[in-house]
């Protein structure tokens, strides 16, 4: 079974453009979570989406935004980047039918904003 | 504010030795704690989860260890690896959700 697939793999942005990022979750799983990870604030949960709604969310601005198509295909847009924003985005996939089910991550699309 | 706390934020074990890596938290609400493992380049790796109900999980080299009243709980990895070396995040969720909480990480190397 394919993992989780996010693309791409690297990005690299200029301060006040917008970004999206792409996930693809393992086949069958119906949640995408979105986490962010830096050096210095860890990993920190952005937004969680099952069956094409937003059922959980994190403490982000705004700018942070996610979508999630009937294939459960994920998608999460930042607008107005700022330098801040350069950090490991990671998308995680699980069934969700039930709550605590295992993430499975992708690898990470690097996003660097210069 | 952090909410699980982990330590140590580095740790060097020999080979064959036992790495021992603590979390805390304040949050009795929280009823599911993974541990994740992280390669460099890779994103984190689902290694073991416990829920509170239960005061140790094992499985193969890798142990959890729970303790409810102190709101602890531990990652024991018994004869440890080279290919052990990574970093090692344990996490938390709230009842009912599935957003995790993760703690701050402990990159793990074994030395041969």
């Known amino acids: 079974k394919a993992g989780v697939t996010q693309t791409p793999r690297y990005l690299i942005k200029t301060r006040g453009q917008q970004v999206t990022l792409s996930c693809s979750p393992i086949?069958?799983?119906?949640?995408v979570s979105w986490y962010q990870q830096t050096p210095g604030q860890g990993l920190q949960f952005l937004f969680e989406?099952?069956?094409?709604?937003?059922?959980n969310k994190g403490n982000f601005p705004g700018r942070f935004s996610g979508r999630q198509f009937s294939n459960s295909r994920s998608e999460m847009n930042v607008s107005t980047l700022e330098l801040g924003d350069s950090a490991l985005y990671l998308c995680a996939s699980s069934l969700g039918g039930t709550y605590n089910s295992p993430l499975h991550f992708g690898n990470g699309t690097r996003l660097t904003v210069t | 504010q952090q909410q699980v706390k982990q330590s140590p934020q580095s740790l060097i074990v020999q080979k064959g030795g036992i790495s021992i890596i603590n979390c805390a938290y304040e949050n009795t609400a929280f009823d599911y704690f993974p541990w994740y493992q992280q390669f460099p380049g890779k994103g984190p790796a689902l290694l073991i989860a416990i829920r509170p109900d239960v005061s140790e999980k094992k499985e193969g080299r890798f142990t959890i260890s729970f303790n409810k009243s102190a709101k602890q709980f531990s990652l024991h990895i018994m004869d440890s690896q080279p290919g052990d070396s990574a970093t090692y995040f344990c996490?938390?969720?709230?009842?009912?959700?599935?957003?995790?909480?993760f703690g701050t990480g402990t990159r793990l190397t074994v030395i041969p």
């Open positions: 989406y099952f069956s094409e709604t937003q059922r």
């Open positions: 996490a938390a969720s709230l009842t009912g959700a599935n957003n995790l909480f």
């Open positions: 086949s069958g799983h119906r949640s």
